[in-house]
């Protein structure tokens, strides 16, 4: 539970930081504070979808991955329709934005994947050397 949350809230922050970046570029002066709020909910809800779909034990990695970015780009349809989201940015950017977030997403995935291998390898030796 401890790192669905700490997930959340890293894509969150990524998704803010790439959208103040994506603003700076067209000149925009703010972001307004409901899309902060707006943003935390969209990626609460992605997340869910992402642990339902993972759930699921497809066999594939790739449907799972085509199934993750399907389920964020209709996310991002409803709730940019529900938001007004595309006064200000058009769809397609909107879905880059998505799946570029969703991509350093896996990044981070795969490294603390990484860290957790190393920890536990480190673990068994210590536990191997303590047996002998």
């Known amino acids: 539970m401890k790192k669905n949350i700490v997930n959340i809230l890293a894509t969150t922050g990524i998704s803010l930081l790439l959208l103040s970046s994506v603003a700076l570029s067209f ?10 709020f707006q943003t935390f909910g969209v990626n609460i809800i992605t997340h869910l979808g992402i642990l339902c779909i993972k759930k699921l034990e497809l066999k594939s990695i790739v449907t799972e991955i085509v199934l993750e970015i399907t389920l964020i780009v209709c996310e991002l349809l409803v709730f940019g329709r529900l938001f007004h989201w595309f006064t200000s940015l058009s769809f397609m950017l909107l879905v880059c934005m998505g ?28 536990r191997n050397k303590n047996q002998d």
């Open 99 to 126: 799946v570029v977030i969703y991509i350093i997403s896996l990044f981070l995935n795969l490294l603390q994947m990484k860290q957790e291998a190393k920890e536990l390898n480190l673990l068994i030796k210590s």
């Open 27 to 36: 000149h925009a002066s703010c972001i307004y504070l409901e899309t902060v």
